[in-house]
């Protein structure tokens, strides 16, 4: 282990037992707000830890967590279950199966699923971590860059997400790492981590943009270096490899990328429109909770619902639409302005980076990025850092995101959206940083050092001070740009503690 990858998983660390330190804390000093929110009733006896376990990780099982947890207990009852996908309840169900059975005498299995999440979510992190700093180092190829932003996602804005019962840790501990074996030739990892990616989140649909792009790139690269070195008719059949190859590469990675969404959908289907249970086999509190709120359950009796009559009869598409009310601009209304701002911190920085990267490439982006001018430019060694050739089709992936988030889902869930699908936001963040602050570039100063890197003092090497912590710890002395970026991670890391765990709307 390196001495950067381990100073993040300290900080990791840290910042993971301070999260649920606080929001154990909140949640018992401030009363839950009484939110119109999904509250299924318990159907089962407490055990003699549960209001313990309740107490310490109760914050985690509010808003959207609560249809996870649901699901880990009685798998897929509701029609608007179906909007979460399966591999979190899966996940933290194993958890509570194999390392937490032990506890089954003391913790009913509410209070299992509470601690798998604590500690499933944990884990999760963790390796998030781990992945994305090995994506940015691998990318990026600058040192100081790939752990400035992976210590800044230690306290991403959507830290309460990454924390509570929600997929977003899993989802980008998979989408980091798959990116990363991409991107270091290992396709097929590449395609698996990606594929069960997206049995935790519908947008890792969105990453088999990756699949069509990286391959395509790398066979350019192959055809300019043949073109270069060959001759002939051999020219000609390694031009047909490479084509072949790059066709099958693309067409089997989508293909196992959306395997898992339409897998999941078809489930959908059968479970509404060919049902083979009735209602009487539902625990009767649970069917009086659906009779009040209009929840729809299957029944074999009954007549299918209407979506089931569509030509494509998505399930996941119907529930958006009916449940949620997402569409395109159907969020653009006045009473929603509070949320556009909630946002807006997240949509700069994508803009930013948007921005910031056509204006230093724009020769390179008219070019999609696959190829540079010159007949020996495409086979160079690209320039460290954000304006690195390998950044376009993340910062591309990172724009499509934006727009997609900004015009036909609910904004606010702009920020958690893409701080667990992109590394963007947090490599812009990083780069800013180093471009505008001149403390993480200062060895001596009249107050502590705030450094990146180690150095020697009488012949010996030391680990560097997290420069996270000390610029926080010198926040007054830090440069506006210094001041925003830091101000907005980590009042959005404790606002979401505060507001999320006690049912007060957040992002």
């Not at 390694?238 to 969404?261: D, E, N, Q």
């Not at 009954?302 to 009916?322: A, E, F, K, N, T």
Request: charged fraction near 15%.
């Amino acid at each position: 282990m390196t001495m950067d990858v381990k100073a993040v998983l300290e900080f990791a660390t840290v910042t993971r037992g301070l999260s649920l330190l606080l929001q154990a804390v909140v949640n018992a000093a401030i009363p839950d707000h009484e939110a119109d929110a999904f509250r299924p009733p318990r159907t089962e006896e407490p055990l003699y830890l549960d209001s313990l376990v309740d107490w310490l990780f109760g914050g985690l099982s509010h808003w959207d967590a609560e249809h996870f947890l649901f699901i880990a207990e009685r798998g897929y009852l509701f029609e608007h279950n179906f909007a979460f996908f399966p591999l979190f309840p899966v996940v933290i169900r194993g958890l509570v199966e194999t390392l937490l059975w032990p506890l089954s005498s003391w913790l009913s299995l509410r209070g299992r699923l509470l601690l798998a999440v604590a500690l499933g979510n944990t884990a999760l992190f963790l390796l998030s971590v781990v992945s994305q700093h090995a994506l940015s180092r691998l990318v990026l190829q600058d040192r100081r860059l790939a752990l400035l932003s992976s210590l800044l996602y230690c306290i991403t804005p959507a830290n309460v997400f990454m924390t509570a019962g929600y997929s977003e840790s899993l989802f980008a501990a998979l989408t980091f790492g798959g990116l990363f074996l991409l991107e270091k030739g290992f396709t097929f990892r590449a395609c698996l981590a990606l594929s069960i990616a997206t049995a935790a989140r519908s947008n890792g649909l969105v990453n088999m943009g990756f699949l069509l792009y990286l391959p395509a790139l790398h066979a350019i690269s192959q055809i300019r270096e043949y073109r270069a070195t060959s001759k002939g008719h051999s020219k000609v059949l390694r031009y047909i490899w490479v084509i072949t190859r790059l066709l099958f590469t693309s067409l089997f990675g989508c293909t196992i990328i959306a395997l898992p969404f339409c897998a999941f959908q078809y489930y959908g289907y059968r479970t509404f429109c060919t049902p083979s249970t009735s209602p009487e086999q539902v625990h009767p509190a649970l069917l009086s909770l659906a009779e009040s709120k209009g929840y729809r359950i299957p029944d074999e009796n009954g007549p299918p619902p209407l979506w089931c009559m569509r030509p494509l009869p998505l399930l996941y598409s119907h529930i958006q639409d009916v449940y949620w009310d997402v569409g395109f601009l159907r969020y653009f209304e006045l009473k929603q302005i509070p949320n556009f701002l909630l946002a807006l911190p997240m949509a700069t920085l994508g803009i930013m980076a948007a921005y910031a990267y056509y204006q230093a490439n724009p020769e390179l982006c008219s070019r999609l990025g696959l190829w540079r001018a010159g007949p020996d430019k495409g086979l160079a060694k690209p320039a460290p850092g954000f304006f690195n050739p390998q950044v376009f089709v993340y910062v591309v992936h990172s724009t499509v995101l934006l727009v997609f988030g900004t015009l036909c889902m609910h904004v606010q869930v702009l920020t958690r959206f893409m701080a667990s699908s992109s590394p963007v936001p947090f490599w812009i963040s990083a780069h800013l940083l180093l471009l505008n602050e001149p403390l993480l570039h200062q060895r001596r100063m009249s107050k502590p050092n705030v450094e990146l890197q180690p150095h020697s003092r009488n012949g010996c090497s030391h680990t560097p001070q997290n420069p996270i912590v000390a610029l926080l710890t010198h926040f007054r002395s830090c440069s506006p740009t210094t001041q925003s970026i830091l101000g907005y991670f980590v009042s959005y890391w404790l606002l979401g503690l505060v507001l999320h765990c006690n049912f007060l709307p957040w992002t």
